[in-house]
């Protein structure tokens, strides 16, 4: 009787184990990068030249020169973008090297978003 009673109080944690290691999850699709569906971000912007800004942003509201760092302001209703642009240690134009993203109220967003909301279709 102790025996059956023991069987049937220990089934249910038998069960248990049983069921979490025979089950297996779904494997989950691996992402491949495809240039079709690449979804383009900060290197659109990072280690660009003002020129090369002006032509994906069109022309900024803002250009602050303060040797040795020069920051272009480009907004839109959706954001502003603040793009730094120090020279490179081997001389030669300024280049991006730090962006800040925010709403007009100082809110901060998404950089990438607001890069591509900003860009010249």
Same mark, same amino acid.
């Given at each position: 009787?102790?025996r059956?009673?023991?069987?049937?109080?220990?089934? =249910? #944690?038998f069960?248990?184990?049983? @069921?979490?290691? *025979?089950?297996?999850?779904? +494997?989950?699709?691996?992402?491949?990068? !495809?240039?079709?569906?690449?979804?383009?971000?900060?290197?659109?912007?990072?280690?660009?030249?003002?020129?090369?800004?002006?032509?994906?942003?069109?022309?900024?509201?803002?250009?602050?020169?303060?040797? =040795? #760092?020069?920051?272009?302001?480009? @907004?839109?209703? *959706?954001?502003?973008l603040? +793009?730094?642009?120090?020279?490179?240690? !081997?001389?030669?134009?300024?280049?991006?090297?730090?962006?800040?993203?925010?709403?007009?109220?100082?809110?901060?967003?998404d950089?990438?978003?607001?890069?591509?909301?900003?860009?010249?279709?």
């Amino acid at each position: 009787m102790i025996r059956k009673l023991f069987i049937l109080l220990t089934l =249910p #944690a038998f069960g248990a184990c049983v @069921s979490a290691t *025979a089950v297996d999850s779904p +494997a989950l699709p691996t992402a491949t990068a !495809s240039p079709l569906n690449k979804v383009q971000g900060l290197e659109l912007v990072m280690g660009k030249t003002a020129n090369q800004l002006k032509r994906l942003f069109g022309n900024p509201q803002a250009d602050v020169v303060e040797p =040795p #760092a020069r920051k272009l302001q480009f @907004s839109s209703g *959706a954001c502003i973008l603040d +793009a730094y642009l120090y020279p490179q240690k !081997s001389g030669g134009e300024g280049r991006v090297t730090h962006i800040d993203a925010r709403r007009s109220d100082g809110a901060e967003v998404d950089r990438v978003s607001c890069v591509n909301a900003l860009r010249v279709r």
